[in-house]
């Protein structure tokens, strides 16, 4: 369960191939994720992330949260993100930190590493309100 890279942190913006549930297959379209933990073990690091998407922006769910250009281009940036996302924590998952799920991504902004960016600190009140909704604790 090695990986060519360093375990990222809480915080990071990957880019990943979200899994096909409930089956650990990679999927097949890459997309954000943010690290919501990181638990390192002696064969390799386990990372916990919520997906995000570009779709269906115009509404947000209990448990989701949305990065925007418009409204926050400072944090946009940080982000690493191509478009305004949103990232729900209604389903956290636990993958391998390995290549079969993270990868470089097309702009590698973070040299050769699946980080996109970071969550910018002006984001951690919606981010933490998110998670509270999602998991009610």
């Given at each position: 369960?090695?990986?060519l890279w360093?375990?990222?942190?809480?915080?990071?913006?990957?880019?990943w191939?979200?899994?096909?549930l409930?089956?650990?297959d990679?999927?097949?379209?890459?997309?954000?994720a943010?690290v919501v933990?990181?638990?390192v073990?002696?064969?390799?690091a386990?990372v916990?992330?919520v997906y995000?998407t570009?779709?269906?922006?115009?509404?947000?769910?209990?448990?989701?949260?949305?990065?925007?250009?418009a409204?926050?281009?400072?944090a946009?940036?940080?982000a690493?993100?191509?478009f305004d996302?949103?990232?729900?924590f209604?389903?956290i998952v636990e993958?391998p930190w390995?290549d079969s799920?993270?990868?470089?991504?097309?702009?590698?902004?973070?040299?050769?590493s699946?980080?996109l960016?970071?969550?910018h600190?002006?984001m951690m009140?919606?981010?933490?309100a998110?998670?509270?909704a999602a998991?009610g604790?």
């Open positions: 369960m090695t990986s360093k375990p990222p942190v809480v915080g990071d913006i990957l880019w191939y979200f899994p096909e409930p089956e650990l990679p999927g097949p379209n890459p997309r954000p943010l933990r990181v638990t073990k002696n064969d390799g386990v916990a992330v995000g570009s779709q269906r922006l115009d509404r947000l769910s209990s448990g989701e949260f949305a990065i925007r250009k409204q926050n281009p400072a946009f940036a940080l690493g993100l191509s996302t949103k990232f729900n209604k389903q993958l390995t799920f993270f990868k470089v991504p097309p702009k590698a902004a973070h040299g050769q699946p980080k960016g970071t969550l600190p002006s009140h919606a981010a933490g998110a998670y509270l998991t604790g």
